[in-house]
């Protein structure tokens, strides 16, 4: 099942990869030159907290709320926990599309920086290792 999620894991994050080289492509030749700040100041800030968000909060409350929904059960079946791991995949994978959204619009540095740092965070940490699943699906007792 961790080699189901890595692969879903890449596929999911190579759009954003490959957009992120695009616009860097793009600046590096000229193509695409943003002249400095685009939108208001407001939009750096909203993706920077929705960066955050999708990196932290959001995980954490899912897994929260899953392991409140089946503290009771004996054990977890594997259809189960693996919806909830690709649930968690899909809430940590806003992430990269975030930071390339602030870079395409050509934010302040502060902002740029901490969606960057955000989406680095969310993909380091729940990347879905043979090691990180195996220890959840002892944690959750999974059949």
């Not at 943003?34 to 208001?40: E, F, H, M, S």
């Not at 791991?85 to 619009?105: S, V």
């Amino acid at each position: 099942m961790a080699s189901t999620l890595q692969k879903r894991f890449w596929l999911l994050l190579s759009p954003a990869l490959a957009g992120i080289g695009g616009v860097w492509f793009s600046r590096l030749q000229g193509f695409f030159e943003p002249g400095g700040q685009i939108g208001p100041a407001a939009l750096a800030v909203v993706l920077f907290i929705l960066a955050v968000v999708f990196a932290g909060a959001v995980p954490i409350l899912g897994r929260a709320i899953f392991a409140h929904r089946v503290r009771h059960l004996r054990r977890v079946s594997e259809d189960e926990f693996y919806r909830f791991q690709q649930r968690q995949l899909l809430a940590i994978m806003a992430t990269p599309y975030l930071a390339l959204a602030a870079y395409a619009l050509a934010v302040p540095g502060f902002y740029l920086v901490g969606t960057v740092l955000a989406m680095l965070y969310a993909l380091y940490y729940h990347y879905p290792s043979q090691q990180r699943t195996g220890f959840d699906r002892r944690i959750f007792r999974v059949q």
